[in-house]
């Protein structure tokens, strides 16, 4: 299958990351799927947001769990980045999966849950998910392994990626132990190798944040199964001359 791209936290290099702006650019731009972050209200809404704090994204500050989802939703998202999208919010889960339903993306969901192992996250996600009849096109990913083991557990047929940064021996056979489907992992993790074997053990392998050229490239080459980059916009054009 030819190499997916992922708008990472949507085209957050054009738009402020984790926002409805920056996911309908994703759309725009051609992106195949969307990868965002999600943590949990203090009354356990899903929320798009990277950090466990809302100080760098917004003009509050504070923990995402110390907040209501209304007093989550007065912040504002946008305006840090750029005054053109002043008045952004920090989306619900259930606000962009409404907004995905009938575009043709595949969803990669990261629970970020690895600081912070939010109670009932895996669930409260999963279920949301299945009401609105989502699961087949999402990967949900993680850094924690119980995590992993956790929405194993739920389902079955799930698409989970264990997410990793860091080096770790036998990384495959301890994905796969966890239940994982795939890995995740970061750029200065990909080897042939590596690629080579996850095909052997019919392990998915994606590779983030790829935003320059030369790494587009290499993963187009090595034919990864997907590419989560700030700049779709670049690798799409890439993908399509390969
Ligand atoms: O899911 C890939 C990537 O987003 C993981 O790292 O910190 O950008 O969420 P981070
Ligand atoms: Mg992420």
């Known amino acids: 299958m030819k190499t997916e791209i992922y708008a990472h936290r949507g085209s957050s290099l054009q738009a402020p990351e984790n926002t409805m702006a920056a996911f309908q650019l994703a759309f725009q731009q051609g992106a195949q799927g969307i990868e965002t972050d999600v943590q949990l209200t203090k009354d356990n809404i899903p929320v798009l ?33 750029s005054t053109e999208f002043a008045g952004a919010t920090i989306p619900s889960l259930e606000e962009f999966l409404k907004w995905i339903g009938g575009k043709p993306l595949t969803l990669n969901i ?19 998910l299945r009401s609105y009849d989502l699961l087949d096109r999402t990967i949900l990913s993680t850094f924690n392994p119980n995590s992993v083991q956790r929405l194993r557990r739920i389902s079955q047929h799930l698409n989970c990626a264990l997410l990793r940064s860091r080096k770790k021996r036998q990384l495959i056979s301890y994905a796969k132990e966890l239940g994982a489907n795939a890995i995740h992992i970061k750029y200065r993790l990909l080897s042939k190798s590596l690629v080579q074997q996850c095909k052997q053990q019919r392990l998915h392998i994606r590779v983030y944040t790829v935003n320059h050229p030369k790494q587009i490239l290499r993963c187009l ?13 670049i690798a799409i054009s890439y993908s399509r001359k390969v």
Do not use: C, S
């Open 49 to 81: 947001i990277h950090d466990e704090r809302v100080n760098r994204t917004t003009d509050g500050k504070g923990y995402v769990k110390d907040y209501t989802f209304k007093q989550l939703k007065q912040l504002d998202a946008g305006a840090w980045f």
């Open 110 to 128: 990261e629970l970020k849950n690895n600081k912070i192992d939010y109670k009932n996250m895996e669930t409260i996600v999963y279920d949301l």
């Open 221 to 233: 080459d090595l034919d990864v199964n997907g590419i989560i980059t700030d700049v779709p916009n």
